[in-house]
C-alpha cells in the first residue's frame, strides 16, 4: 500500500464557487456540459467481439454529457473498456477486481460527481419551464450564510 504524498483523487475536489480563486490549477477554467448531452451518432466500438450489452452500455454513455469531452479528448477506447468492464461486473459471476476497475473508470471519466469536479466539468441547468425551483418548495431549508456574506464594509476614517 502506498504511504504518504499528494495522490490525484487526496483532498477535497474543486469548487468552482471557492473564495479563493487564484489558484495555479484554476488556471484553465470550468466547462459547462450541455443537460441535453451529446447528440452526434455514436462512434464504433473500438474493441473486438463486441458483446451486447456492451454495445447498450456504449451506447447510452455516448449520449451523456461527458460524451462531448470523451470526443474532444479522444477517449473512446478508455470509454469502451469500461463498457466491457462493466458489462463484466454486472455479469452471471462478478469478479472483485471487475468491479473496483468500473468504479475507478466511472471516477475518471467524469461519471460521478466528484470525478466531474476534479476533470472541472459542470452540467448546465435544464431549460424545463414546469421543473420546481428549489426557492419555490415549501420545504426548502433556509440559505446557509457564506463566510462572503458575513462580511461587513468598514467605513474608513481618514480625518483623524
Same mark, same amino acid.
Given at each position: 500500500?502506498?504511504?504518504?504524498?499528494?495522490?490525484?483523487?487526496?483532498?477535497?475536489?474543486?469548487?468552482?464557487?471557492?473564495?479563493?480563486?487564484?489558484?495555479?490549477?484554476?488556471?484553465?477554467?470550468?466547462?459547462?456540459?450541455?443537460?441535453?448531452?451529446? *447528440?452526434?451518432?455514436?462512434?464504433?466500438?473500438?474493441?473486438?467481439?463486441?458483446?451486447? /450489452?456492451?454495445?447498450?452500455?456504449?451506447?447510452?454513455?455516448?449520449?451523456?454529457?461527458?460524451?462531448?469531452?470523451?470526443?474532444?479528448?479522444?477517449?473512446?477506447?478508455?470509454?469502451?473498456?469500461?463498457?466491457?468492464?462493466?458489462?463484466?461486473?454486472?455479469?452471471?459471476?462478478?469478479?472483485?477486481?471487475?468491479?473496483?476497475?468500473?468504479?475507478?473508470?466511472?471516477?475518471?471519466?467524469?461519471?460521478?460527481?466528484? @470525478?466531474?469536479?476534479?476533470?472541472?466539468?459542470?452540467?448546465?441547468?435544464?431549460?424545463?419551464?414546469?421543473?420546481? *425551483?428549489? *426557492?419555490?418548495?415549501?420545504?426548502?431549508?433556509? /440559505?446557509?450564510?457564506?463566510?462572503?456574506?458575513?462580511?461587513?464594509?468598514?467605513?474608513?476614517?481618514? @480625518?483623524?
Amino acid at each position: 500500500m502506498p504511504r504518504g504524498g499528494a495522490r490525484a483523487t487526496s483532498g477535497p475536489a474543486p469548487d468552482p464557487n471557492a473564495l479563493r480563486r487564484a489558484r495555479k490549477s484554476d488556471a484553465a477554467g470550468w466547462r459547462t456540459l450541455p443537460a441535453e448531452g451529446r *447528440t452526434a451518432p455514436t462512434p464504433e466500438f473500438p474493441l473486438e467481439d463486441v458483446q451486447p /450489452r456492451e454495445w447498450d452500455l456504449w451506447r447510452e454513455l455516448w449520449t451523456r454529457p461527458q460524451a462531448i469531452m470523451w470526443e474532444e479528448n479522444g477517449l473512446a477506447f478508455e470509454v469502451a473498456l469500461f463498457a466491457r468492464t462493466l458489462a463484466r461486473a454486472e455479469g452471471h459471476k462478478p469478479r472483485t477486481e471487475d468491479a473496483k476497475l468500473a468504479r475507478q473508470y466511472l471516477e475518471s471519466l467524469g461519471l460521478t460527481a466528484p @470525478g466531474m469536479a476534479r476533470l472541472r466539468w459542470k452540467i448546465a441547468p435544464t431549460n424545463e419551464d414546469d421543473s420546481p *425551483t428549489p *426557492t419555490s418548495s415549501p420545504k426548502a431549508s433556509p /440559505r446557509r450564510r457564506s463566510a462572503r456574506d458575513r462580511l461587513k464594509v468598514v467605513p474608513h476614517d481618514s @480625518g483623524t
